[in-house]
T-cell receptor, first 110, second 112 residues
Framework: TQLLEQSPQFLSIQEGENLTVYCNSS?????LQWYRQEPGEGPVLLVT?????EVKKLKRLTFQFGDARKDSSLHITAAQPGDTGLYLC??????????FGQGTRLTINP | DAGVIQSPRHEVTEMGQEVTLRCKPI?????LFWYRQTMMRGLELLIY????????DSGMPEDRFSAKMPNASFSTLKIQPSEPRDSAVYFC??????????FGSGTRLTVV
């Protein structure tokens, strides 16, 4: 059973476009994290959101935690080729055990 | 800090051989996690430790897999005997309390 569903699984867009990826669950999480993974490397933490409705911005990336703490979204404005990678959301249930989604593989074409 | 250090980066072995993967977590982190990543199944948690004590090993596929953490600065994941279906990228990650995880660069294991 996949507790966290990410959509879309694959996304290929042109440089300069905007995009949103989603992370959904029927479960409530105490916090949710987003990671980006590049080929040959491990995932790197981008942000942690802990409060329902919380919005965090990281340059051109905007992260939002759903009011009910069951879902999250990542919006990228004016995507650049350097944004290419696998984006993973991960929810915390209980002490220190993260559940990862399957990821969204994003390709930004120059 | 050099981050989480895993070795080797790549391992190719024959079916039936023993494989040992190594991890040095970030100094001061009290949690250590072993994950396996494949295209089909994504990131799967195998086992995690808190203060060197195994807390949850329910993700370990079968008895061929074992993990140890003899001290705060070192952990191993052993597969014996290895099988082709064990081929994957194995990641070690560490964290401090409820902070985000820091992952190593992974070990790409190929069992032929």
């Amino acid at each position: 059973t996949q507790l966290l569903e990410q959509s879309p699984q694959f996304l290929s867009i042109q440089e300069g476009e905007n995009l949103t990826v989603y992370c959904n669950s029927s479960s409530v999480f105490s916090s949710l994290q987003w990671y980006r993974q590049e080929p040959g490397e491990g995932p790197v933490l981008l942000v942690t959101v802990v409060t329902g409705g919380e919005v965090k911005k990281l340059k051109r990336l905007t992260f939002q935690f759903g009011d009910a703490r069951k879902d999250s979204s990542l919006h990228i404005t004016a995507a650049q080729p350097g944004d290419t990678g696998l984006y993973l959301c991960a929810g915390a249930k209980g002490a220190q055990k993260l559940v990862f989604g399957q990821g969204t593989r994003l390709t930004i074409n120059p | 800090d050099a981050g989480v250090i895993q070795s080797p980066r790549h391992e190719v072995t024959e079916m039936g051989q023993e494989v040992t993967l190594r991890c040095k977590p970030i100094s001061g982190h009290d949690y250590l996690f072993w994950y396996r990543q494949t295209m089909m199944r994504g990131l799967e948690l195998l086992i995690y430790f808190n203060n060197n004590v195994p807390i949850d090993d329910s993700g370990m596929p079968e008895d061929r897999f074992s993990a140890k953490m003899p001290n705060a600065s070192f952990s191993t994941l052993k597969i014996q005997p290895s099988e082709p279906r064990d081929s994957a990228v194995y990641f070690c990650a560490s964290s401090l309390h409820v902070a985000g995880y820091t992952f190593g660069s992974g070990t790409r294991l190929t069992v032929v």
